[in-house]
């Protein structure tokens, strides 16, 4: 019975196929080592799973003006330069402005994500004395630049009272365009549409790594939440990720990924439970 019990519990596990992702802020669990990347190891930046999407774009150094390094992956990777925004070579503020990182994983349940940002989650106030703040993160679920504003259909906020929140068609805020750049929309959400809806709320981790580059500290945002709060996509469907700043002075992107899990079917699990009660039962009888 105990054996029996135990290969039940080990079916309904794997038919989950559940990740081990901690959201702590911890980075580890995905593989990368912070400390060395920001010591200038450009591998370090890489996960140590194969089925994470990842951009990587710690490209700037407000000290030599020049791009260190950036890439893009998903399941591969190759190097790619960051194009001028009106002119200005991201991130437009310096390293205050630096979003260095974006990752995405799913499996069955949950999608993954996590930001590696310059900026704590009060935002910063430049020497002029203005302010920007961290943006959300966008979700164009379909690959449709039609559908949703800006073609972001889910939001998730990551700052501030509604940390957390998870919306579907948010109205999306453009980066201040008198000391920013709204040609990097959009940045912040609000469930605020007559059409928005309050999916749920996803766990947000916003935390200071305690590790400093060219004088700013840095900080992990990571995210999980469930996949029905964002559509419930199927594997293999096209999607695609946006963040930014309140300013728009950088932002990162993951375009064209693929995602790898289907939502259980019901039937799977209920199978596997209907067999669990079924063993219990002739069990208890023969007592």
């Not at 309904?12 to 990368?32: F, K, M, P, Q, R």
């Not at 020497?127 to 993160?137: I, T, V």
């Not at 916003?206 to 400093?212: E, F, K, L, N, P």
Request: one cysteine or more; proline letters at 5%; a negative charge.
């Amino acid at each position: 019975m105990r054996k029996i019990m135990i290969l039940l519990i080990s079916l309904i596990i794997c038919a989950g196929n559940a990740l081990a992702y901690t959201i702590d802020g911890d980075l580890s669990d995905w593989g990368v080592d912070l400390i060395s990347a920001f010591s200038g190891s450009d591998s370090a930046w890489h996960p140590a799973q194969s089925s994470v999407d990842f951009s990587i774009e710690d490209n700037i150094h407000p000290d030599n003006t020049g791009c260190d390094w950036t890439g893009y992956c998903a399941r591969g990777y190759h190097t790619q330069t960051e194009p001028k925004t009106n002119g200005y070579l991201e991130p437009a503020g310096g390293e205050a402005s630096d979003i260095e990182a974006l990752y995405f994983d799913d499996d069955s349940s949950k999608a993954y994500f996590a930001i590696v940002i310059s900026m704590p989650d009060s935002g910063y106030t430049d020497p002029w004395g203005r302010h920007y703040d961290p943006g959300d993160l966008a979700i164009d679920l379909d690959n449709d630049g039609t559908t949703g504003e800006h073609g972001y259909e889910y939001g998730i906020k990551t700052t501030g009272a509604d940390k957390g929140q998870v919306c579907f068609m948010p109205e999306w805020s453009l980066p201040q365009s008198g000391i920013g750049l709204p040609d990097n929309a959009p940045s912040t959400m609000s469930c605020s549409r007559d059409d928005s809806v309050v999916m749920g709320t996803a766990d947000v981790s916003y935390v200071d790594t305690g590790i400093s580059d060219n004088g700013f500290s840095n900080y992990v945002i990571e995210v999980s939440v469930d996949r029905t709060f964002i559509g419930n996509p199927r594997a293999s469907e096209l999607s695609e990720l946006h963040t930014t700043l309140t300013c728009g002075n950088d932002l990162v992107e993951i375009n064209d990924f693929e995602w790898d899990y289907d939502v259980p079917e019901f039937s799977t699990i209920g199978a596997v439970l209907v067999l669990a009660a079924a063993v219990i039962y002739i069990k208890r009888r023969r007592k």
